[in-house]
């Protein structure tokens, strides 16, 4: 953007038709729209982080009925933590969850602390997961930045791919540029609905989430009442989870194609910023972890011996080695007699 006059000119009609397409597409997920705590957000962003928001959904709603806040979840036996996590994978990131939740019931008496600095601090939980709570749980003004949202702003306004790695102070700059006054919110229609209708082209998200939409009036008008920093931070990263995704955008649905100065200059470099090939999963340590993981849960509390084990995976060496470094995370425990549990 040239200077701040024509970002503004530019920000308002773009603005406009983003949060028309959140009131229509946003999923309706049940973290959102202020139905749970700030613990409820944490946690879904810890589970969303390498996990699509679709697959996440099950797992958070049986694990919140089961550790509705920080304290009980620190409380509760690590083996019940670890199969709880079933199939959302890196399971590590269950027990960095639980040391945040000890650290959270302990230090700050069960109560999410509303303060970036104090929430980057706790284990596991970086600069996105702590910006996402302030905005998303919070309401509180600030950019939060993950590759979906780079991808979008670097797209619409830059019009260039984002490139992969860390954020550049350009991109950053960029988040916290666009990123509306919480002064501006325009009051909503007398349905409290959202606003009048802004010509949006008619069309879904891309990702198969189940439910799309805001069908429910209540949910809607929740919507339209959240600080439209917070609502532009979680549009525009819908955006770029279910439209503007990285190697096929459906720019033929969005509602920022008027305005995205990549379509416009025919897109140069598509998928250019994507550095990182997806990771193939079938036969790496992964699966074999995966696998030894299902396997004691499945065991319910009774040890497994590593012979049980062999079918898992031909390669002794591998299994031995996805043995040893689940043990090094504290996923599992060994016994004296070399059966496997997992950790109480
Ligand atoms: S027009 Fe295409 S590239 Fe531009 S924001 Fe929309 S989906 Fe992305």
Redesign the pocket.
Known sequence: MENAETASAEIEPIRLRLFDWWSRYARDLPWRFGRTTPWGVLVSEVMSQQTQMSRVVPYWVAWMKVWPDAASLAAAPKAEVITAWGRLGYPRRALRLQECAQQVAGQYADRLPRDYDQLVALPGIGDYTASAVMSFAYGERIAVIDTNIRR?LS??FLGRESTGGAASREERQLAWQVLPEDGEQKPVSADEGGPEDVGVQDGGAQEDSGRLGLADPKVRSAAWREPPSARWNQAVME?GAT??IARK???DI?P??GH?R??KAG?PGLGVGRTRPRQRFAGTDRQVRGAILQALRQASGEPVSKEDLRHLCEDEIRLDRCIASLDEDGLLEIGQNGSLSLPQ
């Open positions: 979008v797209r619409v955006l439209v503007c955008p459906a720019c969005c920022l194609a995205c990549f379509l897109m």
